[in-house]
């Protein structure tokens, strides 16, 4: 199967609109409260070729303009965050990360934002917490959009392309038979394959939409 065929097989039980063509464009749109929450694919050029990662993302109104970034926390970004809390004299600001509490869920985190005293805030969202623990491969982003409305994105993305290496592809289950399932194989077949992306595809999903639920819940339950 393929990414647009996993993801239809959620459209069909989760509903929503559904986007797709004949490459790997699948895009579905889920109403949360008044809101899209869309997740497609996040296409990027590599040395080997293209390679993606899924993206879900929900549009937010903030009262102040906020930037906050949670993602895995690499043995090179260690080292260097440790060497520049060492310099003596450099001015703090948001590109050294700091201690947010809540260590199960922000030890192995590189938490970067310029709103120490909000974020805290939002990390005090057990949902919020909860969800990232369930998602520990994923990144979060909340950053400004244009105009003076306030308004923001969440993004959520996976850290590993799902159909590269590292990570097994950041757990996600895009079928066992390729394209030669779809095309040749017969009914039976084609019906094991798709209670397989129920079980395997459908979980990893949800958790992976939580997430992004449960991070706008936690930057809209607080006055900034």
């Known amino acids: 199967m393929s990414w647009n065929d996993c993801l239809y ?3 069909k039980k989760h509903g929503g609109q559904f986007l797709a ?13 008044d809101r899209p929450l869309v997740v497609d694919l996040l296409r990027e050029s590599g040395r080997y070729g293209p390679y993606c990662h899924v993206q879900a993302r929900i549009p937010v109104t903030l009262a102040k303009p906020y930037k906050l970034t949670i993602g895995e926390e690499k043995m090179l970004s260690g080292g260097v965050n440790a060497v520049l809390k060492a310099v003596p004299g450099l001015p703090d600001n948001n590109l050294l990360p700091k201690d947010f509490g809540f260590p199960e869920v922000t030890k192995k985190r590189l938490i970067r934002s310029d709103n120490y005293d909000f974020t805290k805030l939002a990390l005090g969202s057990l949902d919020f917490r909860n969800a990232l623990l369930a998602c520990p491969e994923d990144r ?25 290496l590292s990570d097994g592809g950041g757990s ?11 095309i040749y194989g017969s009914a039976e077949e084609k019906a094991r394959e798709a209670r397989r992306v129920e079980t395997e595809f459908f979980p990893r999903m949800d958790r992976f ?15 900034m």
């Open 172 to 182: 996600w289950f895009l079928g066992s038979g390729g394209d030669y399932v779809a």
């Open 21 to 33: 063509g004949e490459e790997d464009d699948g895009l579905l749109v889920l109403p949360f409260k």
């Open 9 to 11: 097989e959620y459209y």
């Open 140 to 164: 979060v982003e909340v950053r400004p959009g244009p105009g003076e409305e306030g308004l923001h994105l969440i993004t959520v993305t996976t850290a590993a392309a799902i159909n590269g």
């Open 209 to 223: 939409l939580d997430l992004a639920r449960a991070a706008y819940n936690a930057v809209t339950q607080w006055q």
